[in-house]
């Protein structure tokens, strides 16, 4: 299967600060990703390398193939909504629509319209007057109806309450399949990624700490209780303990092995997305 | 990419063509009365009134004209800090660069077609005010015949065009590493009325090599000058002597004997008679001589172009490093 993206050994370095560090990454094509991470992880720092926003300071990395923003066509196979989802707070919805339409060849205006009316957002309504969910719904429209093979959307929730944030992601899926586009999407919680994504990016420190696709990952990920004593003797000889927490309940292990565990039940998408984000804080 | 250049520029511009359009209406207006006072007062002028009638002429526009040339100098400026400095900073403060850079578009060519429309706009109204106040004030240039002076050179003919291109880039290339509107704009200012103090006082006279030929100390070169001076450090000198029509490089000339010696103070008592005519009179048969050393007029065009060039050349040197930056750097 192609790649959508693919890096080797990116570091990203501002001044002496290292936002990214020896990452090698392989994202397969017609995911779902999510990117999930602590704040500083080093999320926003990759998905600018993937949109060419600025070149790694060491390493390599493609997008589709191509050497991200490289040429004009390379842009157009991909769509970008940046944090906070930027928008020219002078011009209009319309006008931001004819921006898209004046700047990409491949601009699908019937999909922008539909949308926007679907939205309910009114045309002549200046984008900076717009409240975080439609700002952020008026950016995505703007990245998709370029009509490219690839939409990245960074922290696209991060600013919405919660009954807003399942209406995007709710829209965002149903939007996606109409589209037929990979997608990457980053937020800082994996709850609200966990019921979109089919494949799972953990990155923290910098690095990568967990990659693959979901349903892969949910079959070799374990949760087992600890009640006293030690896990020693009852954990197959391929597993791995990834992070032990204890709580007022008792102390749960969250393991990684091909074979079953005894005594463990199954862990969910945020059970293992904590456990690597938390295992790295320990390791700290 | 034009589209969304001129939608981002047009109420800026739209600001500019209604001020320049009240501006271009006072010109056209002080234009025909300098004609007509010019044609009253100097060239038909009552013989007997002349030299009263020529001076009041003057006095009544030096004021509006020094103004006119004040503004036309710092119009570039301007233009640089309004139009330069936010073209790319104010993107980087909102964050839009994000969304624009993120189109079918490379940033390199986004920012060609900035730079190209507004750099155009900037251009072409410093040049429009430029032009219109050559003409309106052209009468009085003519009268006054001190095109090299530096307020006068710097606000006629092409040099504000150069002027203008110049601010506007380093406006764009100062917001682009600054990254911040507002100290950016205070940095072209600066920059720009740095620049306009030091190329008039410190490098327009070195452009071409300066001229020097030998006047005869006589009434017709007392005309042109403020006066004779004499002190024990420099000896004879004619001060503020200036040839019609040329840029002299200094201010006083030693005033030499026809064997190439000084003249000295105890030549110049024994014309001392006390009848300030009879004694100028006397000094002029001692057949004296001064080395007048400028840029003649005939410059003044060659002058204008160079400045032009030079201020063009830094714009397009500016805008090399902008896009070099932008593709490299930035975000």
Not at chain 2, 1 to 18: E, K, Y
Not at chain 2, 33 to 52: E, F, G, K
Request: aromatic share 8%.
């Amino acid at each position: 299967m192609t790649a959508v993206i693919e890096t080797e050994h990116l570091t990203k370095r501002y001044g002496r600060k290292t936002a990214l560090s020896d990452c090698t990454l392989r994202v397969p094509a017609g995911k779902i990703v999510g990117l999930v991470g602590p704040n500083g992880a080093g999320k926003s720092t990759l998905l600018s390398l993937t949109c060419g926003l600025f070149a790694p300071s060491e390493g390599r990395i493609e997008v589709l193939g191509g050497r991200p923003a490289g040429t004009a066509a390379q842009l157009a196979r991909v769509g970008f909504v940046a944090q906070d989802a930027p928008v020219y707070a002078g011009l209009s919805v319309a006008e931001h629509l004819k921006l898209g339409a004046r700047l990409n060849p491949g601009w699908d205006e019937s999909l922008a319209r539909r949308r926007i009316d679907r939205l309910g957002l009114d045309p002549a309504q200046k984008a900076g007057r717009l409240s975080g969910g439609q700002r952020a719904q008026l950016a995505l429209t703007v990245a998709a109806a370029k009509r490219g093979e690839l939409l990245i959307l960074d922290e696209p929730v991060a600013s919405l309450d919660p009954i807003a944030r399942r209406a995007f992601m709710h829209d965002l899926l149903s939007f996606v399949e109409e589209l037929g586009v990979s997608v990457v999407l980053s937020s800082h919680l994996l709850s609200d990624l966990s019921h979109v994504c089919d494949h799972l990016v953990v990155l923290a420190g910098g690095q990568v700490q967990l990659a693959g696709d979901v349903t892969d990952l949910l079959a070799v990920h374990h949760r087992l209780r600890v009640d006293g004593g030690g896990l020693d003797g009852r954990l197959p000889a391929a597993a791995r303990v990834v992070h032990t927490e204890r709580t007022v309940a008792g102390t749960t292990a969250i393991i990684r092995s091909p074979e079953p565990v005894p005594g463990a039940e199954r862990a969910d998408l945020e059970d293992v997305g904590l456990a690597y984000m938390m295992a790295m804080e320990v390791q700290r | 990419m034009i589209w969304l250049a001129w939608r981002q520029l047009r109420t800026q511009v739209l600001v500019a063509v209604v001020g320049l359009a009240v501006f271009a209406a006072y010109l056209v207006y002080l234009g025909f009365r300098i004609r007509h006072d010019y044609l009253a007062d100097v060239v038909n002028c009552v013989p007997s009134d002349c030299a009263s009638s020529r001076r009041l002429f003057a006095d009544r526009y030096v004021a509006q004209v020094s103004l006119l040339g004040l503004l036309l100098l710092a119009l570039p400026g301007i233009v640089g800090a309004f139009w330069g400095a936010p073209l790319v900073a104010r993107e980087l403060e909102t964050k839009t660069d994000l969304l624009v850079w993120n189109q079918s578009v490379t940033r390199g060519r986004w920012l060609a077609v900035k730079l190209l429309v507004v750099g155009a706009a900037a251009v072409a109204v410093s040049g429009a005010f430029s032009l219109l106040l050559t003409w309106s004030v052209s009468r009085y240039d003519q009268w006054a015949g001190d095109r090299f002076a530096a307020m006068s050179f710097a606000a006629r003919n092409v040099v504000p065009l150069g002027y203008a291109a110049f601010a506007f880039v380093l406006g764009v290339l100062v917001g682009l590493l600054v990254r911040r509107t507002v100290p950016a704009m205070a940095i072209v200012l600066a920059v720009f009325a740095a620049l306009q103090v030091v190329v008039p006082t410190a490098v327009r006279s070195h452009l071409l090599p300066p001229v020097s030929s030998t006047v005869a100390f006589n009434g017709e070169a007392m005309q042109h000058a403020h006066g004779f001076g004499m002190s024990p450090e420099t000896g004879a000198s004619i001060v503020g002597y200036v040839m019609p029509g040329t840029w002299p490089m200094d201010s006083q000339f030693k005033v030499f004997n026809a064997d190439g010696t000084p003249y000295t103070s105890t030549q110049s008592r024994q014309c001392m008679t006390g009848t300030p005519d009879k004694d100028f009179e006397c000094m002029t048969q001692q057949n004296l001589h001064f080395s007048y050393t400028y840029q003649p007029g005939s410059r003044y065009w060659p002058f204008q172009w160079i400045e032009l060039s030079a201020y063009t050349l830094l714009a397009l040197l500016l805008a090399g490093v902008s896009f070099l930056w932008i593709r490299r750097r930035v975000s």
